[in-house]
């Protein structure tokens, strides 16, 4: 869902880098028909390579991102200083392996970060979108990266991967184009959001759509972004995003003034407040506040087994490929409940499919964190996959 | 923590009710030393009391409230159809039984609901303090507390009782005049919060100052009410003090509209949205902002063994009164390990102490909430309290 933490912990030594890797632009001409009935009559996507295509094109790698993440999975952009969001398992020798795949990265429509989103220009009109751009569904991201897909000549993913969010456009693929992929990845993820889930996104919708600075959406022609309503929805989404006890490891109580005065508090600050204050801050700088409510939009309505009455099963029977489901312990916003109950019903679908439960902290956001089991997981599984590129 | 969720569960029938309840107010002209070392040179409080004070006052009860709470514990106001925050656990025959106890509940200093706070006229400008109130500690809640038992005749507590905020404030009791209670009860509460509960505090906090309407806290002399910030502060709390099962089985992913129609979401919400945004609505209504604040910078600066060398044992062994420690299990924000936390110092302190550890759904909210083995062992030790009333 973000790769905020990434910064978290003590990164061990990455001797293995993709280096330094260039995002590449993709228009597309041809009219995209969305869930909603809405057409997108021309768009870019930005996007991502990493390794080569072999010969037969087998070994090709679609990675989906989060709510807050992009097509900058792994590498260094020139003059950057930090790899992008997932370079602990990208790259060269590591689980989803460079040397051996061709990895796809693709920002997904309706982002903030050179695909086609609210920030773009309407063909239409020659403004900017904003909150005029179409609602997405995951089956429309899903459909937007198949062009990419053939365009690039390939016809069979060996594997889609994604965390979250992206696990949910990775099942999506399972049941929507089931030949064309092999092994579907599905990492903290769930088929379908809790109400509580839902009620932590609609607290973040309501802090944009309440800045006054907001103007329903149309804060481009105003000059202006509602940076107090986007901080204080990454301050709650950060919070969620970790477990209780990673946040005590990190913070504690510790207060930010050296000394604890009882009485004056008017300057001194737990840390933990100083750093949700400045996450939000930075956060709110460089993220589109229309795409972050798009984006919990996309999650909240994603429901994977809506079409098939409600039942995981059926939904899942439609499937064809292997499925690898992975949760972490401490992450209360897509529980291990939320995985179990899509390893379930893959079993009960019949479906081959691999579960790990990983004991780790830090929440939701292990995902995106190192951790010995998760690594070692991931690496076995991905040698399967790689087994069956010719 | 809240009485938000009264109105959650169907309640069942109460035959036995206090029936109508006046406020009282008291005014105070000695002054208040706080532990901030700034004075209250005069001050009000509300208060209302339940039952009849016996010959040798030995009956008498003090309910300290929560981050929203207030005097109004038990009973109906005239005209009103909902009854105080706790009635379900107050009155004839209930737990804390209205005929065998004189029940004493106060609105707090810096509260908005009588008692002098942050919307009461500063004596010494003739306006409305606003965010010059002082900020306020649990020690400070108890003297003044202790200033109307002393008014009302009684040397000694029968029991002190309160939930969450208002465990804090019984627990501190315990410690400060430790000769002046039997009984200490002490329900989904903490020696001190966590670093994620801090963080939520933030988050609330954040939203209120944030919003232009807040002008630094002197709202008021604008004219205004920082309604936006207030409402968040009340969503992110509301979604906090209830379990995801709780939430999950009251809302489900229903949808407000009676039908889904994918890609229209313009106009249909989940249930659960437009519930907290209507919860959010009324509390902005009638809460004062700057009491917002000041609750929950008690509740993060509340730590219980602070002065005792960080060693709750040591903190304990300073009381002498009986303690009876209550948790829920569905409660996230004070877990029953913050509870067990309690008991176990107790337990270390060589100090008597009983613990129920209640199944429950609904979270923090499940101790205002009807549940039968709370009300079992709450009226089992109430029982015994009664019993050492002469």
Redesign the interface.
Known sequence: MSEQSVDNVATESQPQSIGIVTPQSQHFDQPLV?????VLSEYDVVYETYGELNADKSNAILICHALSGHHHAAGFHQGDKKPGWWDHYIGPGKPIDSQRFFIVSMNNLGGCHGSTGPTSINPETGKAWQSDFP?M?CRDWVNSQRNLMKLLGIDQWAAVIGGSLGGMQAMRWALEYPDELRHCIVIASAT?????N???N??AR??IS???DFHDGFYIDHNVIPK?GL??AR??GH?TY?S?DG??Q????ELKAGS?M????DDVE?Q??SY??YQ?DMFSEVFDANTYILMT?AL??F?LA?EYGDDAIAAFSHAKCSFFVVSFTSD?RF?TQRSREIVDALVAANKPVSYAEIEADFGHDAFLIPNKRYENVFHAYMQRVAEGCQ
């Open positions: 969305l869930a909603s009935g809405r609602h569904r379908k959001l809790t109400a509580q839902i009620a932590f609609e607290v309501q802090a309440s800045d006054p107090r901080r204080l301050m709650v919070i970790l209780e946040m005590g990190k913070f504690g109580r604890f009882l009485g004056s508090d737990f933990v407040e949700l204050r939000g939009k909240d309505y429901d809506r209360w529980s």
